[in-house]
């Protein structure tokens, strides 16, 4: 594979991604890659690891070196679960300085109110446990619209907990546009079948960071431990006892896995009235999962079988995107005036070199 000059590819843009903190798990499934996978034929589609947006919550030098790791693993998740890197672009974030270029003019564009009243923001400094809210990562939703609009993308398939995101990027473009001529498309978000899978624990969002994620790349058992352990209607200490749906992550799963709706529906309507045991119910969702993961681990084993190609996608995947990057930079410097103001010195000192030649000359 070499690098694509992708300048010319006139298909919609599609932009998305995720930070290189963990494996990918079915959250990141059915909340986003599954619509990668569906688009990346019609959208020219680039998907981002953004090891950027890492540092806003993770950067000690460890975090730093261990995202290699997560970086070649996440790369192989994406295309176990059908990304074609013939087709998708992967591409490392901090390989491509020009995004922070653009990082820094949106920077102008959105007040700080504004990133203020985010909740998904405060909601990651907690979860980080940091005190008090840092400057980068208030600016999580600029940076992010830094690489959604440095490829000019017009669609992000994303998970719920991301729209808001998108929300700034949309307000970013628009800004910009108004400033300075119409340069930038207004991208969509595009959420997923289920907008927000919950956790194993039943916690409000199945994450790489909250230890309650069935993982794309879990073997059988693994996964079939993991079902046998997720949390269930807690009154319902025996199969007699008529059991709640709403609420209960195993029946969210079934309706987000389980193609069997015949197979869901009988089990719901035995669980409501007390005539199946917990254990029916999470062995047969553990089969629809482990058959949604079967396809995908023949394909992480076709190619995790060649060392170096995940590592030789990424590195060509960073220099087509750089090229675009690039383009779009120039763009928007002559859309500012920077270039002109660049130019204008150019010409004046030109000017001031000619002359000195041509008094020296006489
Ligand atoms: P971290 O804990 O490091 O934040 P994460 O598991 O939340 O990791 P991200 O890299 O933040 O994953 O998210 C990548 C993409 O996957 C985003 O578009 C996000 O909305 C989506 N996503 C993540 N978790 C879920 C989930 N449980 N349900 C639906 N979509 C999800
Ligand atoms: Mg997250």
New binding site residues.
């Given amino acids: 594979m070499n690098p694509r000059d992708d300048t010319t590819d006139a298909r919609p843009v599609l932009l998305?991604?995720?930070?290189p903190?963990?494996r990918l798990?079915l959250?990141?499934y059915?909340?986003?890659l599954k619509n990668r996978v569906a688009m990346q034929q019609e959208f020219r589609t680039y998907l981002i690891i953004?090891d950027l947006h890492m540092l806003t919550t993770r950067n000690s030098r460890d975090d730093v070196l261990a995202s290699e790791q997560h970086i070649v693993d996440m790369v192989l998740d994406s295309i176990a679960a059908g990304i074609d890197p013939a087709q998708a672009t992967f591409y490392l974030q901090s390989a491509i300085p020009e995004v922070c270029e653009i990082n820094t003019y949106f920077q102008n564009l959105v007040t700080v109110p504004r990133l203020e009243r985010m909740p998904s923001l405060k909601d990651?400094a907690r979860d980080a446990n940091k005190e008090e809210m840092p400057y980068g990562l208030l600016g999580y939703p600029v940076l992010q619209a830094a690489d959604i609009l440095c490829v000019r993308g017009n669609v992000v398939?994303?998970?719920?907990?991301?729209l808001a995101h998108v929300e700034v990027t949309r307000e970013i473009a628009r800004r910009f546009n108004h400033l300075y001529g119409d340069f930038f498309p207004v991208p969509e978000a595009l959420v997923?079948e289920?907008?927000?899978?919950?956790?194993l624990d039943g916690g409000a969002?199945?994450?790489?960071?909250?230890d309650n994620?069935i993982f794309l790349s879990d073997d059988e058992a693994t996964v079939r431990k993991k079902v046998r352990s997720m949390y269930t209607d807690p009154a319902r200490t025996r199969p007699d006892i008529p059991g709640r749906l709403e609420g209960n992550p195993v029946f969210s799963y079934h309706d987000a896995f389980n193609p069997d709706r015949a197979e869901v529906d009988d089990l719901k309507a035995r669980y409501v009235t007390g005539r199946v045991g917990d254990v029916e119910v999470k062995d047969k969702l553990a089969v629809a999962v482990n058959a949604l993961l079967e396809p995908m681990r023949a394909r992480r084993r076709a190619f995790a079988e060649q060392p170096g190609l995940v590592e030789q996608v990424i590195i060509d995947g960073t220099a087509t995107v750089r090229a675009v990057v690039q383009d779009t930079v120039g763009g928007m410097r002559r859309a500012m005036g920077l270039a002109q103001v660049a130019d204008g010195l150019a010409r004046r000192a030109r000017f001031r070199h000619d002359t000195k030649q041509a008094l020296e000359a006489r």
Avoid: I, Y
């Fill in positions: 998305t991604g995720d930070r903190t963990g798990h959250g990141h059915v909340g986003t953004a990651m398939p994303v998970g719920k907990d991301n997923g289920v907008p927000t899978l919950v956790g969002k199945m994450s790489k960071s909250l994620a």
